[in-house]
């Protein structure tokens, strides 16, 4: 599988990441790198194989559906680049 | 004051318990050895107040008896994990500024315990990195330089200012975190004791996530008796980590005895990397024959699926990165990109993460999403977790057969020169060969120095151990430690 310009652009926008039209073929080339690498995982044959969930067979924990924190806007905001009146403050979403 | 820098953890608390030293003036010391090291670059934020004021709380907590075996033992925290009111940014400039309202349980059990944060250890950017040159302040130095060369080298990564502070005496031990190595490599490095418990064992709540199914905090220390003490001080069950272990952590300190007689040591067969440089050969037949000596079973064994472990890990991880790392996005905490009029919600995503990502984070982040993309999750994520699947049975048949821990190299070179791989995201990747399996499988593996190259650089062997059998690998460790005798230590220069 080969990484054109065009798929390298899709998956920068997938991620939300600005990428110059300059720096797409440089960027699908190491993708190409990468994923040629990965591509030896072909040679196995997984068809019976279930995929590894946890290191040993734990069942994950559950706890009580509870409010246990909350309650804090004001640490909630202090790292924020931007808060108005208790939010977080973003361009305009919806003209 | 360098003798009161480069004590051990276990010397230094029984001499503070003795009343031979107090913890303010080993704080005082360090905080100097740090003042003078800014061109090893690895503490990045200095928290001179914190310390001070720690160390006292310790000195008054030994005076009256009750004091852990952290108390008064001043370390470094590596810059992934989140510190109450001091900077923490994961060596990103997307994180520029963020000041945690919160503690990371590790830190905090080990802050708890009395021990003295000295500040935030320099790292590969959201622990990327093999090199510790993707770190938004710069490459963190390697205090060993090789013979008669005056070239900067890595202490390695991702937790190299880790490994440079521990190694060069500017404190007593640091955390680090190893998702494929970054905890075991850098130890090598330098010269010290790198251990990654199993998964599970040490929280994550607070660490800065990078790849959440691998990620595990650790110890880097000057000896395995200090892994054992300090590690056990950052372990334990968390309930805000749903993935940290039930279980109850034992005094590895205690099960130092340093006996393997009888034990079972396998030599995994594919760790002979072709074009494996002969020292890394010698010096794994060396550790063979050491642990021989010291009574082990010394046992050939098969790991078929091992060459598969790297390309596995490069969908696994930057799959997670992908997905943990959405959340810089400029809105609820540091840095956010400058916008251009009319510039709406998604200018603002791709211009934040554009700008406060590095290349290196760049490209895995694009690699997950990537590999996670409609049509491509079975083929690549599907696929890449049952491999792991298999990597974890091989090592579950060796065990079951009867090994007790794994002897291997802990990395296929020793310390490179800053700059020198840097160009081929694959080579790089490289560096984590002999690590990686680890932590596929979820295991617990440690690192021991164990011998000079003919440059003078440490090299470092690596032991792999069953799931939450840390004190039994910590003794085997301890048996090699003993063996190898390695006392050297770099010649200072900064």
Redesign the interface.
């Known amino acids: 599988m080969s990484?054109d310009k065009d798929t390298?652009a899709k998956?920068?926008k997938?991620?939300?990441?600005?990428?110059e039209d300059a720096d797409l073929p440089v960027?699908a080339q190491?993708?190409n790198?990468?994923?040629g690498?990965?591509?030896?995982?072909?040679?196995?044959d997984?068809d019976d194989?279930?995929?590894?969930?946890?290191?040993?067979p734990?069942r994950?924990?559950?706890?009580e559906d509870v409010v246990t924190d909350g309650d804090q806007p004001e640490?909630?905001l202090?790292?924020?680049?931007?808060a108005r009146e208790g939010f977080?403050a973003?361009?305009?979403?919806v003209e | 004051m360098s003798e009161l820098t480069s004590m051990t953890i276990a010397d230094a608390r029984d001499a503070l318990r003795k009343g031979d030293v107090t913890s303010a003036e080993l704080t005082e010391a360090c905080l100097d050895a740090i003042d003078r090291a800014d061109a090893l670059n690895a503490f990045v934020h200095k928290t001179p107040e914190i310390a001070i004021e720690r160390a006292r709380a310790a000195d008054d907590r030994i005076a009256s008896g009750d004091a852990p075996d952290m108390c008064g033992i001043p370390i470094g925290i590596k810059d992934l994990f989140c510190t109450e009111g001091a900077p923490s940014q994961a060596a990103s400039r997307i994180l520029e500024?963020?000041?945690p309202?919160y503690e990371s349980t590790v830190s905090g059990k080990l802050r708890d315990a009395g021990a003295v944060m000295l500040g935030k250890l320099n790292m590969d950017e959201f622990a990327m990195g093999s090199s510790n040159e993707t770190s938004v302040y710069g490459d963190a130095v390697n205090p060993w330089k090789s013979n008669g060369k005056n070239a900067g080298l890595t202490p390695g990564g991702s937790s190299g200012g880790s490994a440079s502070a521990v190694a060069a005496d500017l404190c007593l031990g640091a955390t680090g975190t190893d998702t494929g190595g970054s905890i075991r490599q850098p130890a090598a490095f330098t010269g010290i004791v790198g251990l990654k418990p199993?998964?599970?064992r040490c929280s994550r709540y607070g660490i800065v996530a990078f790849a959440s199914s691998l990620d595990q905090a650790g110890p880097m220390t000057r000896s395995v008796r200090d892994a054992a003490i300090m590690g056990r001080a950052m372990m334990g069950a968390d309930?805000r980590d749903?993935?940290s272990?039930?279980l109850p952590v034992p005094d590895f300190e205690a099960m130092l005895t340093g006996d393997i007689r009888g034990k079972t040591i396998g030599i995994p067969n594919e760790y002979r990397m072709e074009g494996m440089p002969a020292e890394i050969e010698t010096l794994w037949k060396t550790g063979r024959e050491m642990l021989a000596d010291a009574g082990a079973e010394i046992r050939d064994i098969s790991l078929p699926?091992t060459?598969?472990a790297?390309?596995?890990y490069?969908?696994i991880a930057p799959a997670e990165a992908?997905s943990n790392l959405?959340r810089y996005?400029?809105?609820?905490?540091?840095?956010?990109a400058r916008?251009g009029q009319g510039?709406?919600?998604?200018?603002?995503?791709?211009?934040t993460?554009?700008e406060g990502?590095g290349p290196e984070v760049?490209?895995r982040?694009?690699?997950g999403?990537?590999?996670l993309?409609a049509g491509f999750y079975d083929a690549?994520y599907?696929?890449?977790?049952?491999?792991?699947?298999?990597i974890?049975r091989d090592f579950d048949q060796v065990f079951a057969e009867g090994v007790d821990a794994i002897l291997t190299p802990a990395t296929p070179s020793a310390a490179f020169e800053l700059g020198k791989e840097m160009s081929?995201?694959?080579e790089m990747?490289l560096n984590d060969v002999f690590t990686v399996t680890v932590n596929?499988?979820?295991?617990p593996g440690i690192s021991v120095p164990a011998g000079l190259d003919a440059s003078g650089l440490p090299l470092g062997l690596q032991l792999i151990g069953r799931?939450?059998e840390e004190g039994e690998l910590l003794n085997a460790a301890y048996a090699l430690e003993q063996a190898a005798g390695f006392v050297a230590k770099p010649g200072k220069w900064w």
Do not use: C
């Open positions: 990484i390298a998956v920068a997938l991620a939300r990441i600005k990428v960027l190491e993708f790198a990468i994923l690498f990965i591509e030896q995982l072909n040679e196995l997984v194989v279930e995929p590894m969930v946890s290191v040993t734990m994950l924990k559950r706890r640490k909630v202090k790292n924020a680049p931007e977080f973003v361009p305009k979403v | 500024g963020f000041l309202p199993t998964y599970g309930p749903s993935t272990a039930d699926h060459k598969y790297l390309p596995a490069y969908v992908s959405a996005d400029g809105v609820r905490y540091g840095y956010r916008l510039d709406g919600v998604t200018e603002m995503y791709e211009k993460r554009a990502f760049k490209r982040v694009m690699i999403t990537y590999v993309s690549y599907n696929r890449a977790r049952k491999v792991r699947a298999l974890k081929d995201p694959v990747y596929l499988a979820g295991l799931p939450w």
